[in-house]
């Protein structure tokens, strides 16, 4: 009899540990415990009515070739055009062997990815670009002025003691003011000046207006093997039906070998063995009962804060520092229209000519609203109705128990329903046909 193994969280760390070992073949007992009734953690993805919903916007794409083949495993690579490919004569990478997602629902989409800010009613490329588009809707003396402030931060460096100081010392003062300073204390509810540098290194991948340069002047003169930071790829895969999907398939795998998976079990302590070097159990309450579980081997994906405080015997200073611990949470508003009121000005062909992008990222201090996700882009079986209607995801960060997070889900569609249409997104509430509510707990550690 092999070893039992005792692993917390179906989200992708959690499941994908379960497969793995169950893979080995080498007798593991293996059972996952998962707080919700579904799979994914922040990865999950949400059916309302027959319409689709991304938590966060999940991009797939790695330079890791055991990742990618890993991938492919769980949801191979189409082979034929998606439903919008057809419609607009859209030409995509296929793979030789990859499976019609018009008949089959366990395929990976190979997709266009636009992502652009919204700030003062005007769309700007993001990553930041320097296109004729920019300059224009920055206009001359915005221009004079990023370009006077991005010369001055070339010459003078701040010390890199802050997030702020960061970007400034990447982009300038004044297009961080433009483009970072809002959606950063937006996001995290705490200014740029009060967060660790290393977040930022994280988060932008390298990226810099030096960079932006370089990977400009590698497209003009068709330079080989040029490098392009993460935050500058143009295609990345996405499962059909979300990311979701990809957990649920391992779910069923995982299953198939014989694991076992306890949904609604939330983890509530962990027990060290009577020899006091190690953990040998675990509680977790289902059904208004605990329950107990013995194992050889215990894994954990839940949250740091949450897996300390469970545990007995831990010293008192380690126990305050993992209760200060901060996280972000999350939730997003789906809303339903008929078609958005931005007009398609780019050169990407979309279906019923809506903007092209998978997210928005809106910088406006009017709102709080953080992004605008557009789930026809991400992949058009996200959406029940793609061809006469838009489903799109309005994000929120807020703090558990705040007064977002605990308003009631009719007026919270509603103060977003409200934003969307300061924001130039709809016309008027008429427009909108559905809503649906999520709420995500510690969906962001938060770097402070």
């Known amino acids: 009899m092999g070893k039992k193994v005792l692993i917390i969280g179906a989200g992708p760390a959690g499941l994908t540990a379960a497969y793995e070992l169950l893979k080995l073949r080498e007798g593991y007992e293996v059972t996952v415990f998962e707080e919700s009734d579904s799979f ?71 997709r ?21 588009s920019t300059l224009k809707n920055m206009g001359l003396i915005n221009t ?13 460096k701040l010390p890199e003691d802050n997030l702020e100081n960061f970007y400034i010392n990447r982009f300038g003062r004044k297009l961080y003011g433009m483009f970072f300073e809002y959606y950063t204390e937006n996001l995290w509810g705490r200014h740029p000046s009060e967060i660790d540098a290393s977040w930022g290194e994280q988060r932008v991948k390298g990226l810099s207006i030096s960079a932006v340069l370089r990977d400009i002047f590698g497209k003009v003169f ?8 993460t935050s500058l790829i143009e295609q990345f895969s996405y499962p059909k039906l979300g990311p979701g999907q990809l957990c649920d398939i391992t779910a069923d795998e995982i299953e198939k070998l014989g694991g076992r998976i306890i949904k609604n079990a939330r983890v509530t302590g962990l027990h060290k063995a009577e020899d006091g070097k190690s953990i040998d159990s675990l509680t977790y309450e289902r059904d208004n009962s605990e329950v107990v579980e013995k194992g050889d081997v215990i894994i ?40 958005l009121k931005l007009e398609n000005r780019t050169k990407t062909k979309t279906v019923g000519n809506i903007v092209p992008d998978c997210w928005i990222y809106v910088q406006d201090r009017r709102v709080k609203m953080g992004r605008v996700q557009i789930f026809n882009n991400w992949s058009p079986y996200m959406v029940k109705d793609p061809l006469h209607t838009v489903w799109v995801g309005l994000e929120y960060f807020v703090q558990e128990n705040d007064r977002f997070w605990t308003m009631d889900d009719r007026d919270f569609s509603d103060f977003a329903i409200n934003e969307m249409i300061s924001l130039g997104l709809i016309d008027s509430r008429n427009e909108v046909l559905d809503t649906h509510v999520e709420r995500v707990k510690k969906a962001y550690p938060a770097y402070f």
């Open 144 to 156: 004079i002025k990023v370009g006077s402030s991005y010369i001055a931060s070339v010459f003078h």
């Open 222 to 229: 068709n330079k080989k093997d040029r490098k392009v930071e």
């Open 40 to 110: 994914g953690g922040i990865s999950k993805t949400v059916d309302h009515n027959g319409n689709r919903m991304d938590m966060g916007g999940h991009r797939f794409f790695s330079k890791v070739p055991e990742v990618n083949e890993w991938w492919d495993s769980m949801l191979p690579r189409q082979g034929a055009k998606a439903k919008d490919d057809i419609i607009l004569d859209r030409e995509v990478p296929l793979s030789s062997k990859g499976p019609d997602p018009e008949s089959t629902d366990r395929v990976m989409l190979s």
């Open 300 to 339: 954990s994906s839940m949250p740091i804060k949450d897996l300390v405080s469970g545990m007995n015997d831990v010293p008192e200073d380690i126990l305050r520092i993992a209760k200060g611990l901060p996280y972000r949470d999350y939730m997003t508003v789906g809303v339903l229209v008929k078609r």
């Open 112 to 132: 266009h990815r636009v992502s652009r800010i919204l700030f003062q009613n005007r769309f700007f490329d993001y990553p930041v670009s320097l296109s004729l």
